[in-house]
């Protein structure tokens, strides 16, 4: 099946058994969405291209001026800033910024998918954790300073290609 009527506001009853060609549209604002048995969303996992990016995507409001792919966690006045392991008070990661966003103004964020950025240095297969040297960044060290937050953010795919997935469990590195 292909789409090519232009956008609308409202589809209603509508069973799709098939793959779906949008055309470069997309559907927005559900109210739900129901799966059959066998039924999926598929996200892009391959990201052919630099800075390429696919996943489960909601918006939100920088607390300070983010760039992109930067690690977050949701300070309590409900803003995203960067997440750093260094304090138990920067953590956890919540998101991935998937674009710059300037301080106080709404961007996207990531909860769940993938992200390519050429010179990450990551190591297919090997985890991601945050950083408590530096904020908003992914490292594939495993932070050991006391007071330390050790939380895994994600996994290499490749030397370019994070799957990110914040696990909330964090570990704290005593002295």
């Known amino acids: ?24 549209f997309s559907i927005t604002n559900f109210k739900h969405l129901d799966l059959i048995s066998g039924g999926y969303v598929k996200l892009e996992d391959s990201l052919a291209a630099n800075l390429d990016w696919s996943g489960i995507l909601f918006e939100g409001t920088a607390g300070e001026n983010l760039a992109q792919f930067e690690t977050v966690y949701r300070h309590s006045d409900g803003n995203y800033q960067k997440a750093k392991a ?36 990551l190591t297919a297969g090997l985890p991601i954790y945050q950083s408590a040297g530096t904020a908003g960044a992914g490292t594939t060290t495993i932070p050991s300073g006391g007071g330390n937050q050790i939380q895994k953010i994600g996994i290499g795919l490749t030397t370019e290609i994070a799957h990110f997935m914040g696990i909330y469990t964090v570990f704290e590195v005593t002295s």
């Open 86 to 121: 260094d304090s138990v008070l920067t953590m956890p990661v919540f998101a991935l910024s998937v674009e710059a966003i300037n301080e106080g103004e709404k961007g996207k964020f990531i909860l769940f998918g993938w992200a390519r950025k050429v010179g990450w240095g």
């Open 1 to 24: 099946m292909r789409i090519t009527q232009p956008p609308v506001s409202l589809i209603s009853g509508i069973t799709i058994d098939g793959d779906v060609d949008w055309g470069g």
